[in-house]
């Protein structure tokens, strides 16, 4: 099959990805936590690697976020005000010791046994999103692969994860699904309009996510089931809260990374043959090094997770500053990933650096429980693309990838940053 020719779209995210990048390094020279006024009405911003590594370390600093949403109307508040505090229950917003226990129940989907027996499923769900690409040919249509490959790839495997594929609710309305709610958990004011449609996939979701639970004890669902039976979950909107916010937690994320990765080594086609060559020539062991290296600078570089937020659980000093209970505090990891402190030249392309990477996964209690997976599904994706397409295909203009950084966590919007990415 000959390579799509203009695979990308959307390159205004782009552009206002490189201009944060700008603010970010200016703070970061400011210091290493500064006060910035304009989120939340006043927040905490931690800009450099060590200190947000601690940060995210720091049993002082909670991830109880009490923010809401910036809602449009406050009809839209009060439709969503049930799914926010379902979303509080999720383990990415739960201290010790609860946070403890539902991770107890979760992370055994992600042991590298699970993993194991998803990665053929992955690499099937690559290959049949990409067979149904047309044929290549200087007459074809543009091809977009954001639409074709990053964007429902990332629902799917999710849809894997939680035992969806294969069953009868598996199907491109669970795509439709898991993009409403995402598209609301990351707009800025999400309008009435889109609250209701939020609402409405999650009410449609629940549906057959309960149906697994129930008729499949072998899958991540089913075992919440048995957790809730016999008391380890609390209830039944504790358990569904785990389960929508593994929706959402893997899908913007994973489907950034993949749009800045391949755009990062198509529009450098020199970059993609010498990878292909790595994989080539090492052999499936060590090619496997070479596409874990580009997918760890991909994830420095261009963190998909712009920043994550916690909020002061007592008064204490820090880093020279006094910090107040209840006071927000936002952990800039696109910051910190590209701080000279902790990376030679941290805006170059150089996929052999050293440790430092890992923190756009987090770091602490709360680091990425989906972080092996991440790796796996984007080493498939590129493993796949290099046999399709030994050479890179052509990035069409100055379009840029639909790579906009995503976040894990619908409270910590800004309240006042209109245009925050
Ligand atoms: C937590 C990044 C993909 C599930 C986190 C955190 C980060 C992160 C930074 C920590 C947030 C904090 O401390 O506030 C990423 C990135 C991804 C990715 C960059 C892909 C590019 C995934 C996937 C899944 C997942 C595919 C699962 C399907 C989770 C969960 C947590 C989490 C459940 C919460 C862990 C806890 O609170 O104990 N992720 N993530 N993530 N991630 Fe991911």
Do not use: K
Request: aromatic share 6%; charged share 25%; with cysteine.
């Amino acid at each position: 099959m000959n390579a799509p020719r203009e695979p990308w779209t959307d390159d205004r995210l782009l552009a206002r990805g490189d201009a944060w990048g700008q603010t970010f390094e200016a703070w970061r020279e400011e210091g290493a936590l500064v006060w910035r006024p304009e989120f939340f009405g006043g927040a905490w911003v931690v800009t450099r690697h060590a200190q947000a590594q601690a940060a995210l370390r720091d049993p002082r600093l909670s991830v109880r976020r009490t923010g809401a949403w910036v809602m449009s109307d406050d009809a839209a508040r009060q439709q969503l005000r049930g799914l926010q505090g379902l979303m509080a229950r999720a383990l990415l917003f739960v201290d010790a010791p609860d946070h403890g226990r539902l991770r107890a129940l979760l992370a055994p989907a992600f042991a590298p046994a699970a993993l194991q027996a998803l990665a053929a499923g992955i690499e099937a769900d690559v290959q049949a999103l990409l067979d149904a690409l047309p044929a290549g040919g200087d007459a074809d249509p543009p091809v977009d692969l954001v639409a074709t490959l990053t964007r429902p790839l990332p629902a799917r495997v999710i849809g894997r994860c939680l035992g969806l594929v294969g069953c009868d609710c598996d199907g491109p309305e669970f795509l439709a699904w898991s993009e409403e709610l995402a598209q609301f958990l990351a707009a800025p004011e999400p309008s009435r309009a889109l609250a209701l449609r939020a609402q409405r996939a999650l009410l449609a979701m629940v549906e057959p996510l309960e149906r697994v639970a129930r008729e499949r004890p072998d899958s991540l669902p089913g075992r919440l089931q048995a957790a809730l039976d016999d008391g380890r979950l609390h209830d039944r909107q504790e358990l569904l809260a785990q389960l929508v916010m593994l929706l959402f937690a893997g899908y913007e994320t994973t489907r950034h990374l993949l749009g800045s990765l391949l755009l990062t080594l198509w529009r450098d086609p020199a970059r993609w043959q010498a990878l292909g060559r790595a994989v080539a020539a090492d052999g499936p062991a060590t090619g496997r090094a070479a596409l874990a290296a580009v997918v760890r600078e991909a994830l420095r570089r261009d963190c998909p997770v712009r920043y994550t937020a916690r909020r002061v659980a007592c008064d204490f000093e820090w880093d020279g500053q006094r910090l107040r209970r209840g006071q927000p505090l936002l952990v800039l990891l696109s910051s910190a990933l590209r701080d000279p402190r902790q990376f030679d030249a941290p805006l170059d392309w150089r996929p052999q650096r050293g440790s430092g990477w890992a923190l756009a996964f987090g770091s602490g209690a709360h680091v990425c429980l989906g972080a092996a997976l991440t790796q796996i599904e984007a080493e498939t994706v590129l493993r796949v693309l290099l046999q399709r397409w030994p050479q890179a295909p052509r990035v069409a203009g100055p379009a840029g990838a639909s790579h906009r950084p995503g976040r894990h966590d619908p409270h910590d919007r800004p309240a006042d940053a209109a245009g925050v990415p």
